[in-house]
């Protein structure tokens, strides 16, 4: 019983770490684009629309 317990929490230790990896990789490219646009394209974007972007989209990619 302990060992299967042992294996099931590596591997949710694992899938956890893919999971904010996933997160933080899609916080910067978001962090990117966002500051691109504003800058390259001349796009005005908000101040909070760009936290709200910054923070929901890594959010979201961290829980699927």
């Known amino acids: 019983m302990g060992i299967r317990n042992a294996d099931h929490d590596e591997k949710r230790l ?5 999971a904010f990896r ?3 990789l ?3 490219a ?3 684009r966002v500051n ?11 101040p909070f629309a ?8 890594p ?3 961290c829980l699927i």
């Open 14 to 18: 694992i899938d956890r770490g893919k």
């Open 26 to 28: 899609a916080a910067m």
């Open 30 to 32: 978001t962090i990117v």
């Open 50 to 57: 760009a936290f709200q972007l910054q923070l929901w989209i």
């Open 36 to 46: 691109a646009g504003a800058d390259l394209l001349g796009i005005t974007v908000e």
């Open 22 to 24: 996933t997160g933080f």
């Open 59 to 61: 959010l979201s990619a």
